[in-house]
C-alpha cells in the first residue's frame, strides 16, 4: 500500500524565480456568491446587489461583482499550491482591478515567482515575492496583486499531523 499526502503549499526550497503556477479549478461567481459577500462585509452598494440600479445608473450597464471577492476568490485558488505552509502572509504590495467581474463569469488564476530571500535574522525561514494574475472566462485580465509572505525552510517545517493513528487501514 501507498499513502499519499496532498501537497499543500511550498517551503522556501521549492520556489524558484520565474516559476508559474497555473491554480485549478476557476470558479463561477454567481449573483448569490456576491450578494452573500457583499452582505457578510457590509459592503451594500447598489451597483453590488440591485440590478435596476445598476442597469439604469451606472456606466457597466448591470450588476458588477464587489473586488474584495475577486481579491479574495483568486487568493484562495493560490493557497494549495503558494501559501499552504506559509508562517504568514506578510504584505500585499499591489492590487489591480483590471477590468469587471461580472454574474456568470468564471475566474481562472496564476501566480508567478519573483523573489525569494533567506531571512537574516530566523535561519529556519525566508520571505518569497508573488504576483497573481486571474482572468476571465474571455480572457481579460480582472485582477492582479503582488505580495510576500514568509515560509519554512523543509527541514525546519512543522510536521503535518492529524488527530489519529497511522493504523486506520490496518
Not at 499543500?8 to 485549478?24: A, I, L, N, S, T
Not at 481579491?71 to 499552504?84: A, E, K
Not at 535574522?121 to 509572505?149: I, M
Request: charged residues 25%; contains cysteine.
Amino acid at each position: 500500500m501507498t499513502v499519499y499526502d496532498r501537497p499543500f503549499g511550498r517551503y522556501f526550497e521549492d520556489f524558484e524565480p520565474g516559476d508559474v503556477y497555473r491554480h485549478w479549478p476557476g470558479k463561477t461567481v454567481t449573483e448569490y456568491d456576491d450578494h452573500l459577500f457583499c452582505m457578510i462585509t457590509m459592503n451594500h452598494h447598489p451597483l453590488h446587489t440591485n440590478a435596476w440600479f445598476a442597469e439604469h445608473e451606472t456606466v457597466q450597464g448591470r450588476n458588477v461583482v464587489v473586488g474584495n471577492l475577486v481579491y479574495s476568490l483568486v487568493l484562495g485558488m493560490s493557497v494549495p499550491d503558494v501559501s499552504g505552509s506559509c508562517i504568514a502572509n506578510l504584505e500585499v504590495e499591489t492590487l489591480q482591478h483590471r477590468f469587471p467581474t461580472f454574474h456568470g463569469d468564471t475566474i481562472y488564476a496564476e501566480t508567478k515567482v519573483l523573489e525569494k530571500v533567506p531571512s537574516s535574522s530566523k535561519p529556519d525561514r525566508g520571505v518569497v515575492t508573488v504576483e497573481t494574475k486571474a482572468f476571465n472566462q474571455r480572457g481579460e485580465e480582472v485582477c492582479y496583486f503582488r505580495r510576500k509572505l514568509m515560509v519554512w525552510k523543509t527541514a525546519d517545517a512543522p510536521a503535518r499531523r492529524r488527530p489519529y493513528g497511522e493504523d486506520v487501514w490496518s
